[in-house]
Structures are given as C-alpha cells and as structure tokens.
C-alpha cells in the first residue's frame, strides 16, 4: 500500500508539473504565431520534427533505461551500482550527443532541402548543441526516476519551460525583423539554456542529497569490469527502446516529408503546404496536454515496476500494469471527449480563429490510441519485452506511411488524411501489445471494463457541456466570439464538464477513495460532501 501511495504522489507531482509545462507551451503557441505568422510557425514545425527525430535517438532511451538498471540496484540494495550507472551512462550518451550534434550542424542545409522548407536550416543549427545537454539531461532524470525522486525532476521540468518560453519568445521577436529564417532560430535558442539550466538544478540536488558518498566508499578491484558490464546493460536497454521512440517520432517525420510533398502533389503552393502544416503542429501541440498526464503514469509506473520484474513480484507487477490502464482511460477518455466537442472554442480562444479546429474535431480519437500504446510500451520495457515493442511500432509506421500517401494526396483530404494515418498507426500496436502482454504475465485485461465507467461518465459530461452550450450560441449572434469570450467559455464548460465527470465516476465506483489518499489524504477535503459521502 505504501508503494501504491509513493507512485501515486510521485505521478500526481509529474502530472502537476507535466500539466504546467504543457499549459506554457499551449499559451507560447499563439504568442509565436503572432510573432512568425502562419507560414513561419510551419518552418518552425518542420524544424522541432527534425530536432525531435535526432532527440528521440540520442536520448529517449536514456532516461528509461539508466531508471530501470538504477531502480534494479536501488531494489537490491547496491546504492553503489546506482551511481556507477550515473557516471558510466553520462559518459556515454555525453559522447553520443555530441556526434549527433556535429551531425545536425554539418547536414542542416541538406535536412532543411529535404524538408521543403530550406529556411529551417538556421533553426536546425541553433538546436545541434542542445542534442548534446538534452543527453546529460535525460540521464540525470533517469537518476532522479530510478531513485523515485519525482520532486526534483518536476521542477526541473518547469524551470526549463519557464525559461524555454520566455528566451524563446524573446529572441523570436528580436530576430525576425531579419526574416523568417532568423525568426525561427531565435525560437529555437530558449531550449537549450532551459535544458542547461535543469541540468545545473539537478546536479544541486544530487550533491545535496550526497548520492555519491556510498560510490566514494567503492574499493572493488576490478573497477573496470564493473563499469562494462552496468554500460552493456544500459545499452541493452536502451537500444530497443532508442529505436522504438526513434519510430515514434518518426512518425512526426513521415508527417513532414510525405504530408508536405504529398500537399504539393495535390496542387497546394508551397506557402499553402506551409501554412497546412502549421495547423497539424497546433493540433498536436493540443492533443499533447493530457498526453503529460499518461507520460508521468508511465513514468512512475516503470522502476516501480521494474522492481517487482527483479524481486519476482508478478501478482504486484499485475496490479500495478492494471491500475495504470485504469488511470490512462480514466485521463484519455474524458480528454478527447472534451477537446473534440470543444475545438472550436478552444482553437479562437488559444489561436483567435477556429481555422483547423476540425482537425480536433474528428482526430482527437488519436489521444486515446496514444495513451494505450504509451503505457503498454512502458509495460513491456518493465517486463524486458523492449524488442516486441519495437516490430509492431514498425508495422504501425508502415501502415501510417502507405495511407498517408494515399489520403494526403487527395485535395479535398489533404491534412485529415494524417488523422486517418495516426489512429491506424496506434491501433495496430496496441492489439498485437494488449495480446503480448496478457500472454506473458498470465493475466486477462478485459478492456471493456476499464473504459466503461470513464465512457459513460464522459457521456454524461456531453450532455451537459452540449445543453449549456445552446444558450450561448444564441449569445454568440449578438456577442462576437473574441479570444476573451472564448477562453471564458472554455473554462466555464471545463469546469462544469469536469464537475459531472468527476461526480459520475465517483458514483460508479471509477474512482475510490483508497485511489486519492494514495495521492494525498487531503485532497478528499476540498471535494464537496455530497460528492464525499458517494466515495467507496
């Protein structure tokens, strides 16, 4: 109960966190609109794509990997082996950073060409350094995870987009006096002094809480042999992973490449492909809200996890798969609902126009599918299952490519055509891990019973978010939607959304009352009484 309680807080610290960050960066989006234009922030899209792509290879698999053999050691009680990792992963993924870094500066010109879009290649060049602190970065939080220090890595996720935003904006707008190109590497220079500064706060921490003294204490004589055998394990799971999140992201990739060549095959200019493109990164800068909520179960789910894998827990490791399905659809559900039947007030509110709202409209589905293949990936990177997930993300990847190519191609299609592409590419996965994953751990997880309760719940949360909304678009003839009005409606549907939401799950016995003092005691203190005395 203790370590449900600990995983529970540590998520709900990453939520909190996750949640803010990604609330910055919604409210930089229009900001940075404003600043580049519809056409720049295309560029500034393709750009982020590109420097994700590279990311995803030099450190996705990082932060997983240098968790699990930490948290391993932590369960085992070798704190020593738990900061060996730490120095021999920095050294490692130090060096790996910096050959992709020189990479990425010496082929931005040919990556930008390839893009479509050759005025990326300064922006590509600004983000090359940053490849390298992003490496240090992702080990020290995979530290700080394997260690279940989810504190000291919330706040280092929030200083960084403080400072990612603000630095960001600043030099965007310095900048692009200068042109388009300039506009878009000075929107690309808050990342890396945001991720250098985490680092620093991290390596505070770390000092402070004097995680070195036990390696300190270390007399082994074969020192040298230890260190291989701790960087052959970290590479042993990290490559899997790296390939698989390479895969992932490559999905933004194919978006880039096949949806801007495919736009212009259909017979969209240029500028309009641009501008097209845009719109797809607004969409999936919104739909990646809740997805912060999924990450952080996963997050806290895998060394927890891992832990019960290494000390052969299997009823707790089924337990703890089980709950972290049940939080994902308790999270995904509720937002896709919520954003599709909200898009277009959400879209003038955040971008003062609801040009692209239908894009969340009908493709918020994708949210779901996302959440699903995240948790089960980190399932089957707990259970050491790392290679499965990489063969049927491939198959995902094959699919989204070939109907990419084919819907984004037809005019009338155009961009939608990737919604068709994305939910293809999630859901094949997520069949073919449901049925790896129930096969190995010798465990049924019938999916209907976990998404029953938040799908009516989210229905009845409908209904009501659909009866207010009556009145107001009455409202709307006389009173024009501005940004204001919008974001006030928003909030206003949100809240009273989330309200019926949160009352109907309760009553449904979706959520308990063991599920929020796990988190915190206190949080069934600010719930009203009659929502109290329903909890079970």
């Given amino acids: 109960m203790r370590e449900k309680s600990s995983a529970a807080k540590g998520m709900f610290m990453l939520s909190l966190a996750g949640m803010m960050v990604k609330v910055m960066s919604v409210v930089y989006t229009p900001f940075l609109t404003v600043i580049l234009g519809d056409e720049g922030y295309g560029i500034y899209s393709k750009t982020t794509e590109i420097f994700l792509f590279v990311y995803a290879l030099s450190c996705m698999g990082a932060q997983p990997a240098v968790t699990k053999v930490v948290a391993e050691y932590t369960a085992l009680d070798n704190p020593k082996g738990a900061v060996k990792t730490l120095r021999v992963a920095s050294r490692f993924y130090g060096f790996l950073g910096i050959i992709l870094a020189s990479l990425m500066m010496l082929l931005a010109v040919p990556l930008s060409k390839f893009a479509e879009s050759p005025d990326s290649a300064l922006g590509i060049r600004v983000l090359a350094p940053c490849i390298i602190i992003t490496s240090l970065l992702a080990v020290l939080r995979g530290f700080m995870q394997g260690k279940n220090d989810m504190t000291t890595i919330a706040v280092s996720q929030i200083a960084e987009q403080i400072l990612n935003v603000i630095i960001s904006l600043l030099c965007a707008y310095i900048l692009i006096h200068s042109g388009i190109e300039f506009g878009n590497a000075g929107a690309q220079v808050g990342t890396s002094i945001g991720a250098l500064f985490a680092c620093f706060y991290i390596l505070y921490v770390y000092e402070r809480k004097h995680y070195s003294r036990e390696a300190n204490k270390d007399i082994d004589a074969d020192k040298k042999r230890r260190n291989k055998h701790i960087l052959q394990k970290v590479i042993r799971y990290s490559v899997p992973i790296t390939i698989s999140a390479g895969l992932q992201n490559f999905g933004g990739i194919v978006d880039m490449l096949n ?278």
Avoid at 262 to 278: D, I, K, P, Q
Avoid at 358 to 386: A, C, D, E
Wanted: glycine share 6%; charged share 15%; aromatic share 8%.
């Fill in 259 to 536: 949806v801007s060549k495919r736009l212009l095959v259909a017979g969209f200019t240029s500028s309009e492909a641009n501008t097209l493109y845009g719109l797809l990164g607004k969409y999936k800068t919104l739909y990646g809200v809740p997805l912060v909520l999924i990450t952080a179960i996963g997050t806290t789910v895998l060394p927890s996890l891992a832990k019960s894998i290494v000390l052969k827990e299997r009823k707790e490791a089924k337990q703890k798969i089980s709950y972290a399905l049940k939080m994902a659809f308790m999270i995904a559900i509720p937002s896709a609902v919520g954003l599709s039947i909200l898009s277009r007030e959400v879209y003038i509110a955040l971008y003062g126009s609801d040009r692209g709202s239908t894009l969340m409209l009908y493709g918020s589905v994708v949210l779901v599918l996302m959440s699903v293949t995240q948790i089960q990936s980190t399932v089957l990177q707990g259970i050491n299952k790392l290679y499965y997930v990489l063969g049927t993300f491939s198959i995902g990847i094959v699919v989204k490519i070939i109907v990419n190519y084919i819907l984004v191609g037809i005019y009338d299609i155009n961009v939608y055509g990737v919604i068709v592409g994305n939910c293809l590419w999630h859901l094949i996965p997520a069949i073919l891990n449901h049925r790896k994953i129930c096969s190995i751990m010798k465990m049924r997880m019938p999916i209907i019973r976990l998404t029953i309760k938040p799908i009516i719940a989210s229905l009845a949360m409908t209904m009501l978010i659909m009866i207010l909304k009556q009145p107001l678009e009455v409202i709307y003839r006389f009173i024009p939607l501005t940004r204001i009005t919008a974001m006030i409606v928003v909030v206003f549907l949100v809240a009273a959304g989330g309200f019926v939401y949160l009352y109907v799950m309760i009553v449904l016995g979706g959520i308990r009352k063991s599920d929020m003092e796990s988190i915190s005691p206190k949080i069934i203190r600010f719930i009203p009484r009659f929502m109290r005395i329903k909890l079970k």
